[in-house]
């Protein structure tokens, strides 16, 4: 199994940055994309940024420009650099890793257990 343990949110003024970091731990798993959704309050998560199994990114459209994702693969940690940040990204980020199970063989996705961006003057 794999594990994600997701840090660095909290509450930011609009304007300011954050970076979020996840990073993987564990085996029988084996990761071939990785990424960021969101959640805010009332509202169906979002992919926000991603690697794809390709090794391209995606990101939402609202966050270009302004958010980052990137990885250390020697660490197995991925990054979301977050700056301009507005209201309207505020949500519960949650990290994401698509692979393949080493014991069974079957695809399947892991989730991180989210850390909380609140943007607010």
């Given at each position: 199994q794999v594990q994600l343990v997701e840090s660095g949110g909290g509450l930011v003024q609009?304007?300011?940055?954050?970076?979020?970091?996840?990073?993987a731990s564990g085996s029988l798993f084996s990761i071939n994309a990785m990424g960021w959704y969101?959640?805010?309050?009332?509202?169906?998560r979002e992919l926000v940024a991603a690697f794809t199994?390709?090794?391209?990114?995606n990101?939402?459209?609202?966050?270009?420009?302004?958010?980052?994702i990137s990885?250390?693969?020697a660490k197995?940690?991925?990054?979301?650099?977050?700056?301009?940040?507005?209201?309207?990204?505020?949500?519960v980020y949650y990290c994401y890793a698509h692979g393949i199970s080493l014991a069974t063989g079957d695809p399947g996705v892991r989730w991180g257990q989210g850390t909380p961006v609140t943007v607010s003057s």
């Amino acid at each position: 199994q794999v594990q994600l343990v997701e840090s660095g949110g909290g509450l930011v003024q609009p304007g300011g940055s954050l970076r979020l970091s996840c990073a993987a731990s564990g085996s029988l798993f084996s990761i071939n994309a990785m990424g960021w959704y969101r959640q805010a309050p009332g509202k169906q998560r979002e992919l926000v940024a991603a690697f794809t199994t390709s090794g391209s990114t995606n990101y939402l459209d609202s966050v270009k420009g302004r958010f980052t994702i990137s990885r250390d693969n020697a660490k197995n940690t991925i990054y979301l650099q977050m700056n301009s940040l507005k209201p309207e990204d505020t949500a519960v980020y949650y990290c994401y890793a698509h692979g393949i199970s080493l014991a069974t063989g079957d695809p399947g996705v892991r989730w991180g257990q989210g850390t909380p961006v609140t943007v607010s003057s």
